[in-house]
């Protein structure tokens, strides 16, 4: 199993900046993909941002330019740094990781809430 625990959110005005952190542990060894999706208030959860197991990073279009997702590996953390924040990104953001075990299980963080003010 995976255990993922978001931290990081809170209230920010439009055009600053937030730094939201996930604490991955368990069995990692064959982990596909993990990163970030989101939820905002009456949509679906759309993704977000994310690493490959080789390392290759990607983000959504609508947070291009603005999010970057890094890793940290002596801290098993995966980060995402939320710039030019605007009302839009208000929602609650979820950390997961898609492991293949050997069948794919995907686990989730609890979500943290950001809001953005305008």
């Known amino acids: 199993q995976v255990q993922l625990v978001e931290s990081g959110g809170g209230l920010v005005q439009a055009g600053g900046s937030l730094r939201l952190s996930c604490a991955v542990s368990?069995?990692?060894?064959?982990?596909?993909?993990l990163g970030w999706h989101r939820q905002a208030p009456g949509k679906e959860r759309e993704f977000v941002a994310l690493?490959?197991?080789?390392?290759?990073?990607t983000v959504a279009d609508s947070v291009k330019g603005r999010f970057v997702i890094s890793r940290d590996y002596a801290k098993s953390t995966v980060e995402l740094q939320m710039n030019s924040v605007k009302p839009g990104d208000t929602a609650v953001y979820y950390c997961?990781?898609?492991?293949?075990?050997?069948?794919?299980?995907?686990?989730w963080g609890q979500g943290t809430q950001v809001t953005v003010s305008s």
């Open positions: 997961y990781a898609r492991v293949s075990e050997p069948w794919v299980n995907t686990y």
């Open positions: 690493f490959t197991r080789d390392d290759t990073s």
């Open positions: 368990g069995r990692l060894l064959n982990i596909i993909d």
